[in-house]
T-cell receptor, first 114, second 112 residues
């Protein structure tokens, strides 16, 4: 059982470049989310989805786009990368956002923007 | 910031001792969860306590919740070297259902 799979694990971008962080889960979870983790800041919610075709903003959505065309996949797009987006990104899935129980996290994608 | 606060930020104890971490939050919640993160890895769920519960146990873990003080504590008894990790509390706010808000974490080091 793979759980939550994130790719790539590491990425270096130049300012202004675009890229997509991929997230896939094989647990048939309706809820998926993206967090970023910065030193001393804990995890901050970027975007989340409660099902295919439904997405919403979290705490720090600016500079990021998401879509949810299937239950399994929830990609995070950076349209024009900025150094402030250097961070570790985590995708998580669950049966709900929290009331239903735990979130399952991927291993993270480490992004550096030069 | 909408995050909760955890205390202490770092804790170093000897193997076999108990470790206590605290979490305070700002508004009414549906539930509170604790997660562990080993260095360079993703977060792993430890325990969930609902707003109508006061205490919960799971193995060597004991979690308490005081909604009147808007605080929670995580106690790890008889610590082991493998418990070395960062520990995060996460709250689901009533107004922000389906949004888990994480604290900044406590970095726990267990010395052999």
């Amino acid at each position: 059982n793979a759980g939550v799979t994130q790719t790539p694990k590491f990425q270096v971008l130049k300012t202004g470049q675009s890229m997509t962080l991929q997230c896939a889960q094989d647990m048939n979870h309706e809820y998926m989310s993206w967090y970023r983790q910065d030193p001393g800041m804990g995890l901050r919610l970027i975007h989340y989805s409660v099902g295919a075709g439904i997405t919403d903003q979290g705490e720090v959505p600016n500079g990021y786009n998401v879509s949810r065309s299937t239950t399994e996949d929830f990609p995070l797009r950076l349209l024009s990368a900025a150094p402030s987006q250097t961070s570790v990104y985590f995708c998580a899935s669950g049966t709900s956002g929290g009331a239903g129980g735990e979130l399952f996290f991927g291993e993270g994608s480490r992004l550096t923007v030069l | 910031s909408q995050q909760g606060e955890e205390d202490p930020q770092a804790l170093s104890i000897q193997e076999g001792e108990n470790a206590t971490m605290n979490c305070s939050y700002k508004t009414s919640i549906n539930n509170l969860q604790w997660y562990r993160q080993n260095s360079g890895r993703g977060l792993v769920h430890l325990i969930l306590i609902r707003s109508n519960e006061r205490e919960k146990h799971s193995g060597r873990l004991r979690v308490t919740l005081d909604t009147s003080k808007k605080s929670s504590s995580l106690l790890i008894t008889a610590s082991r070297a493998a418990d070395t990790a960062s520990y995060f509390c996460a709250t689901e706010w009533i107004q922000g259902a389906q949004k888990l808000v994480f604290g900044q974490g406590t970095r726990l080091t267990i010395n052999p």
